[in-house]
Nanobody
Framework: VQLQACGGGLVQAGGSLRVSCTAS????????VGWFRQAPGKEREFVSA????????YYSNSAQGRFTISRANAENTVYLQMNGLKPEDTGVYYC????????????????WGQGTQLTVSS
């Protein structure tokens, strides 16, 4: 599975942005997908995840209530809608896939995209 994350950019605090993760490979619809981010000088952290059919989702405390993850398996794409953005949301956003249930641990994901940069200005 090859993943392509896109949609990042520069946004003012309070704004919204949607990033996408598009996959190649016929088995994408069977994978759980997670979004992670890494700010400069910080460790990568979990943001959100969705199971294979979209019926189960999970969010970090910082993302809960502001971000929404969804997927369109027919398009091999997972979306992360981010509202109420804050400067602390700045970082490179990565998508990753894994077999089985969704997970908050990056170590459990087998395939990773190259990341897309989000910068939130204050």
């Amino acid at each position: 599975v090859q993943l392509q994350a896109c949609g990042g950019g520069l946004v003012q605090a309070g704004g919204s942005l949607r990033v996408s993760c598009t996959a190649s490979g016929r088995t994408f619809s069977t994978y759980a997908v997670g979004w992670f981010r890494q700010a400069p000088g910080k460790e990568r952290e979990f943001v959100s995840a969705i199971n294979w059919n979209g019926r189960s989702t999970y969010y970090s405390n910082s993302a809960q209530g502001r971000f929404t993850i969804s997927r369109a398996n027919a398009e091999n794409t997972v979306y992360l809608q981010m509202n109420g953005l804050k400067p602390e949301d700045t970082g490179v956003y990565y998508c990753a896939t894994k077999t089985g249930d969704l997970s908050t641990s990056g170590a459990r994901y087998q395939y990773w995209g190259q990341g897309t940069q989000l910068t939130v200005s204050s």
